[in-house]
């Protein structure tokens, strides 16, 4: 993982290599039969695709197998499951998934355009309407339809931010107080900058192997991938028949559950998708930890802080840690190893056993979730 | 004209009765009005191609402000967004114009007017299409 921020001295493929050097390091050196490469922006922003061939040539693994993954928000957990049938199909033994993104090169109005793609060009983005744009909506008719106070997002907010100021990899490792969310300036109302989180570069990167594969001493707990699923719904948020309910995240969620024989109560921390908070109350509820319009209460009462019922954004999430576009489901996962393995340090969440990731593309349109396990 | 300006210009001849008519699809099997048009009905799960012309009016359900717009749409900003719940059932999303004094609210009654959306492509060519705009009580 690398730090999420303004990397003005790094290009995509260092960022990319730091990254799969560090997992490749971590895992004791294992050799990956192919490279599957979440990204989103780099066409529009570098002015490069065919990341596959790229990375894989400039990383040293010129030769293997390698291919782009794009699913919006949700592409590194999309990239994640790819790898995943790979292995379980017997076809690849071992296989590294890189999250990466390079935004900081381009001004604000040329990251929005690229960002707007991942909305219906025809229907959405032709108004005018962003990624914070259709979030904006779905938390002006949320605190509507459920009669939620203006400030009920603060404490994903608050909570993000506490985790994050442990987290050396963080964009802002600073706790922030409500009066600060309470006095934020508006980016589209009612969504304040302390609802939004910042973009920034980031590289992450995961080995994934069958068991077969691995080698037979190693230094910390493998830990395992016990239900893996993507789910996808309308693109425009005006296409959904209630736009409240992330059904992609449902199904996902649901699926990998079924898949790892579990139940929520057995879920011990949720890395879920907080690129803007009123996702955070809405995979809360698709998830089932709240009933619909009861998501933003976890936030008030200490549910989902570290050492609560269900500890969300362990390490600050994307408000905090930084929102690294594509890389964002590489970087939950990552730091859900971490907590599984007992290497969170400081953000440890106490006994951590079962952790859920999920990754939203677009404000919902996809969805990606995996339930990891720590061996007994 | 180059290339990039004809398949520019195409794309947005494509989609011209549903930006300047509001022209969706109604299906016959369950009767469901659909727009934006997608051909199989989202309910029933049938074809539906039936031509529909919606009557334009409806409510605000959600509505915002852009700030920090994209590229394309920077002249305009600060600019509003809504989805509109139209009569005949479907959602839209669209730009709010011609706000008089009034607040807009969840609940607003709008109607369909065309208006400038913004500039496409890098030729900057202007696109057309629906915006909504309060309905007065005096109208
Ligand atoms: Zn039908």
């Known amino acids: ?144 339809e459920h009669g939620a106070p203006k400030d009920s997002m603060a404490g994903f907010s608050m909570t993000a931010h506490q985790n994050a100021v442990t987290n050396p990899n963080a964009m802002f490792r600073k706790a922030i107080r409500h009066e600060q969310y309470a006095r934020a300036p508006i980016i589209s109302e009612p969504l304040n900058t302390f609802d939004v989180a910042p973009l920034g570069d980031g590289a992450a990167a995961l080995v994934l192997a069958r068991a077969a594969a691995l080698p037979n001493r190693h230094d910390y707990p493998q830990v395992v991938i016990a239900g893996s699923a993507v789910s996808t719904s309308a693109l425009a948020v005006h296409d959904r028949p209630n736009p409240l309910h992330l059904t992609a995240a449902s199904q996902s969620a649901e699926a990998a559950m079924l898949q790892a024989s579990l139940s929520l109560e057995d879920i011990g921390l949720f890395e879920l998708h907080d690129s803007f908070s009123i996702f955070a109350a809405l995979s809360l509820e698709a998830a089932g930890f709240a009933a619909p319009g009861h998501g933003w209460k976890l936030a008030q009462n200490g549910d989902i802080s570290l050492a609560g019922k269900i500890p969300i954004s362990t390490f600050g999430g994307s408000k905090a840690r930084g929102d690294p576009g594509a890389a964002t489901g590489i970087y939950q996962l990552a730091e859900a190893t971490l907590q599984l393995q007992g290497r969170a340090n400081e953000n440890q969440v106490p006994n951590a056993a079962i952790a859920m990731t999920q990754c939203l593309g677009g404000s919902g349109a996809t969805a990606s979730t995996h339930i990891l396990r720590r061996p007994n | 004209m180059n290339r990039l300006a004809s398949m520019e210009t195409s794309q947005h001849w494509r989609l011209r009765q549903q930006r300047y008519a509001l022209v969706g699809e109604v299906c016959p099997h369950c009767t469901t009005k659909i727009f934006p048009p997608r051909d199989i009905c989202p309910d029933c799960g049938e074809d539906a191609r039936d031509l529909y012309q919606f009557s334009g009016r409806g409510e605000v359900y959600s509505h915002t402000t852009v700030y920090q717009a994209p590229s394309g749409h920077s002249s305009n900003a600060p600019y509003p967004v809504a989805i509109v719940r139209l009569e005949e059932g479907p959602l839209v999303t669209a730009q709010l114009t011609d706000i008089g004094d009034q607040p807009v609210e969840i609940g607003t009654q709008v109607e369909m007017v065309t208006r400038k959306l913004g500039a496409d492509g890098e030729r900057g060519m202007l696109v057309y299409g629906y915006k909504f705009r309060p309905i007065l009580a005096e109208r």
């Open chain 1, 1 to 144: 993982m690398m730090p999420v921020g303004e990397h003005w001295d790094l290009s995509l493929r260092h960022l990319a290599l730091d990254a799969i050097s560090a997992a490749r390091a971590d895992s004791g050196g294992l050799r990956p039969q192919a490279l599957y490469v979440a990204n989103v922006l780099a066409p529009a922003l570098s002015g490069q695709s065919h990341l596959g061939a790229l990375l894989a040539d400039f990383t040293g693994l010129r030769g293997v197998e390698a291919s782009t993954i794009e699913a919006s928000g949700a592409s590194g957990g999309v990239a994640v499951r790819q790898a995943y049938l790979a292995l379980t199909s017997g076809a690849l033994d071992v296989a590294i998934v890189l999250g990466v993104e390079k935004i900081t090169d381009k001004a604000s109005g040329q990251v929005q355009a690229a960002l707007a793609t991942s909305t219906d060009s025809e229907y959405e983005a032709v108004h005018g309407v962003t990624p914070s744009t259709q979030a904006a909506l779905l938390m002006q008719r949320y605190l509507y």
